[in-house]
């Protein structure tokens, strides 16, 4: 139960993570994109810009040594350079046949005037068209504007470069500043999430601690109910639902208490009415009465067997408290004896106290054991025991009887089913309720009844508990399932219960 909350909370905090997660990458990878289109456009429009300088410079200046036009395009360009100094991050190189002249003031993240292959780029390009480059400093947008002074037959070109990854940097530091602020968000909204998610489901909580309290002990335990909201509507819904199992079950009570008494009383008066008849075991009439006497004997038996079954369901069905294995086993051993004249033993008791009801666990070795003398004969043995095994409590009954066939072993255990051959033994006076009320008991306890081919020969019943809240005395741990009999004070060796 446990898990299953701290699930639904996890579940919970995880989506709130997913969508904060999904609503900060989305502007932050956004913004990036947008930046990025922004500052290429605004690096084309520089260029540009560039561009059009050196196209007014060379219409309306002048030469400042001669006062006359410029005479050459490297002239033009070296005057060019000294008085329009580039943007951050640009450069401004001239050519002139091929070869790299002049270079703009300042400092560069890379000469790429001083890179024969850029160089040699450049000296191809026809056109004045715009385009990326990849450098040591990273992404380069650049433009090459050939120069052409009347006279001049040089081929002279100005190359206009911006590095780009470098405009970057400043916007890529603000990226990294948005994704720490997103994960310092993530952090502080997935706590708040955490306790936000925790108080929304401690209504839900109290409603399943109140239900494990309720299938425990009785149908007396309401919830509190505070406030008009949906919690408030859904803890008034179980109170009014626990109203109607608590009805339902009192009915079900007085019905079964009625249903007990109307059955037992004439049971009761025949019985009565018969023993003021004549005793005589030789007469008509003795032999009449002896064989109504067994008719009662069943008849009531099979009434306790029916109410029992009816009671199972009901919240009040077990008392649980700390029970000592070994007292369990030996007083059933001890009570048994009285079912038929076998051989009792005891083949091995857990030295261990557990929490469970120890008078229906009882009741249910009981019905084994009667199972087990009305399949055998006198002189078999029967033999009872316990062990703790892997945090689980068993407890069997063996015999050395015909056993149970494998295609019975899953059924004897349902109400009134017969048997095929391996059960044929049953008496008359059996109607298939003895292991059902064992089955009950067992999975009262969450726990599980089967049966199997016992070692010797014969058939082992063995009813599987959880061992709940096991201590020991003298000793400490679980016991090896096929160790029977080792060690002294974790069980008692096939040792005689009777004679």
């Not at 070109?157 to 400043?170: K, M, Y």
């Not at 009014?240 to 059955?263: K, N, P, Y």
């Not at 020991?472 to 399932?481: A, R, S, V």
């Amino acid at each position: 139960m446990l898990r299953r909350s701290n699930s639904a909370r996890s579940r919970i905090v995880g989506w709130m993570l997913l969508l904060l997660s999904a609503a900060l990458a989305v502007p932050t990878v956004g913004i990036t994109i947008v930046w990025q289109a922004e500052l290429d456009r605004q690096i084309d429009e520089q260029l540009l810009s560039e561009a059009a300088k050196l196209r007014g410079f060379a219409r309306s200046s002048r030469d400042p040594h001669t006062g006359e036009r410029f005479t050459s395009g490297a002239r033009l360009l070296t005057a060019f350079m000294a008085i329009h100094r580039p943007e951050h991050n640009a450069v401004f190189f001239s050519l002139v046949d091929g070869r790299a002249d002049r270079r703009s003031p300042g400092p560069a993240p890379a000469r790429l005037d001083q890179d024969p292959a850029v160089v040699a780029l450049m000296a191809r390009t026809t056109d004045t068209r715009i385009r990326w480059l990849d450098s040591p400093a990273g992404k380069v947008r650049y433009g090459v504007i050939p120069v052409h002074i009347a006279g001049d037959n040089t081929d002279t070109r100005l190359v206009l470069l911006t590095f780009r990854d470098q405009e970057l940097s400043q916007e890529r530091h603000m990226a990294r500043l948005l994704l720490l602020s997103g994960c310092l968000a993530l952090l502080v909204a997935g706590l708040a999430s955490w306790l936000v998610a925790g108080r929304v489901l401690a209504p839900i909580r109290l409603v399943r601690q109140t239900a494990e309290r309720i299938s425990e002990t009785d149908l007396t335990q309401r919830l509190p109910v505070r406030g008009s909201d949906d919690v408030a509507a859904l803890a008034e819904t179980f109170n009014h639902m626990l109203d109607r199992l608590s009805g339902a079950f009192t009915a079900q009570r007085q019905f079964l208490d009625e249903v007990a008494h109307e059955l037992r009383t004439p049971i009761t008066v025949l019985r009565g009415h018969l023993e003021l008849m004549d005793e005589d075991p030789d007469s008509q009439r003795g032999q009449t009465q002896a064989l109504l006497f067994d008719e009662l004997d069943r008849m009531r038996r099979i009434v306790d067997d029916l109410l029992l079954l009816a009671r199972a369901e009901r919240p009040d069905f077990l008392t649980l408290g700390q029970t000592s294995l070994t007292d369990l086993v030996v007083d059933a051993t001890a009570k048994a004896q009285a079912l038929g004249p076998r051989r009792w033993t005891v083949a091995e008791v857990a030295d261990v106290s557990v929490h469970l009801d120890e008078q229906r666990v009882t009741q249910a070795l009981m019905q084994l054991a009667a199972n087990a003398v009305s399949h055998t004969s006198e002189g078999d043995t029967i033999e009872l025991g316990s062990r703790l095994w892997r945090g689980r409590v068993l407890l069997w009954v063996a015999d050395t009887g015909p056993g149970v066939a494998p295609e019975d072993r899953e059924q004897i255990f349902q109400s009134f089913y017969q048997g095929g051959t391996a059960l044929s033994s049953r008496p008359a006076n059996g109607i298939g309720l003895g292991l059902a009320l064992v089955r009950e008991i067992a999975q009262a306890h969450d726990g599980s009844a089967r049966a199997e081919d016992a070692p010797g020969g014969g058939a082992r019943f063995v009813i599987d508990l959880p061992a709940l809240h096991p201590s020991t005395e003298g000793t400490h741990g679980e016991q090896d399932p096929d160790s029977r009999g080792r060690g002294k004070n974790r069980c008692l060796r096939r040792k005689r219960a009777a004679p």
